[in-house]
């Protein structure tokens, strides 16, 4: 067994309810998951449901409550004393949080309580959800950059991005994941960057998209993301929430040629389009680093495509992704259908 330990995940919890309630030993089981006994056993203690018998969810929920009360308790909230006074000094007198870091340990050097350090500033800023006081409190800082990190000096990172097509900019609906139709997109490279597959995934359904990619440029880019986004109804294309990457300089006559909106994540901040780069890792299983892609028909990539898309999830209730977006198109057909 590996010596590095690892938390259970949600598919070795399903073994662990399905096996145990088989009548297998802990033993067998943990051998069937390459874990020990004890922590089988721990598991069965801490997942009992009110029935007594081991539940899955009841096992997760108790992972969550320790996990979190393990946090240590955040130090800036919002409406404290002690927030009060750093937003005001970072907003209206232009104070860097490092200046606000030190003046507040020259004025508490004995009372480490009403103190804070410069990072923690900085996580508080950029911690803030979007809207008006996060664009206020970025605003103030020197750099003024939507996400922590390097600034691209890169064409992709800058003028290729209209301030308009910035993420921050949005609207509210697609970051709540309210309707479908809203996409995030990126590209997996192959070996050496010479051949790549565009990766399509909808916010709401986590349904996946894979694209043949004749080339790494942005005509590559722009024809096969146009072809297989055609392939789906008008009304499952809203809007594409992409990186800065150079393969999307032909954004203009993507949004022209499927009529969609399209938005661009902050420099270096992968989590914006999280759902995208959560499946980008899972499809590397199919398309591992270092591979040549070049040979990847786009028949294969349909195929894995359908594989991720009938996999249960439980972010949708452990129905499918291809479950989630057929109901969706229904719903919108039926809604059609009454209205006329």
Known sequence: ????????????????????????????????????????????????????????????????????????????????????????????????????????????????????????????????????????????????????????????????????????????EIEARIVPGHWEGDLIKGAFNRSSVGTLVERKTRFVVLCKMNGNGAEAALESSTRQMKRLPAVMRKSMTYDRGSEMACHPELARRLKIDIWFCGPHAPWQRGSNENTNGLLRQFMPKGADLSDASQTWLNDVANLMNNRPRKTLGWKTPAEAMAEEIAAFNSTVALET
Not at 46 to 75: E, K, T
Not at 133 to 147: C, N, T, V, Y
């Open 1 to 172: 067994m590996d010596g590095r330990y690892k938390h259970l995940n949600c598919e070795e919890r399903s073994v662990i309810f399905a096996e145990h309630r088989r009548g297998a030993s802990l033993r067998a089981i943990g051998s069937l998951l390459g874990r020990h006994a004890s922590t089988i056993s721990r598991e069965l203690r801490r997942g009992q449901g009110d029935d007594g018998h081991y539940s899955p969810a009841a096992g997760r929920h108790c992972h969550d409550a320790r996990r979190l009360r393990s946090r240590r308790p955040r130090r800036l909230i919002e409406g404290s004393a002690l927030h009060i006074w750093v937003r005001g000094k970072l907003e209206h007198l232009r104070w860097s949080p490092e200046q606000i870091a030190g003046r507040l340990r020259a004025m508490h050097p004995d009372d480490p309580d009403r103190r804070v350090s410069h990072e923690t500033i900085y996580a508080a800023i950029y911690a803030q959800p979007r809207g008006g006081l996060k664009a206020a409190m970025i605003e103030a800082l020197r750099q003024r950059k939507p996400a922590r990190g390097r600034r691209r000096t890169t064409l992709a990172g800058s003028s290729m991005v209209p301030e308009s097509l910035r993420i921050i900019h949005r609207p509210e």
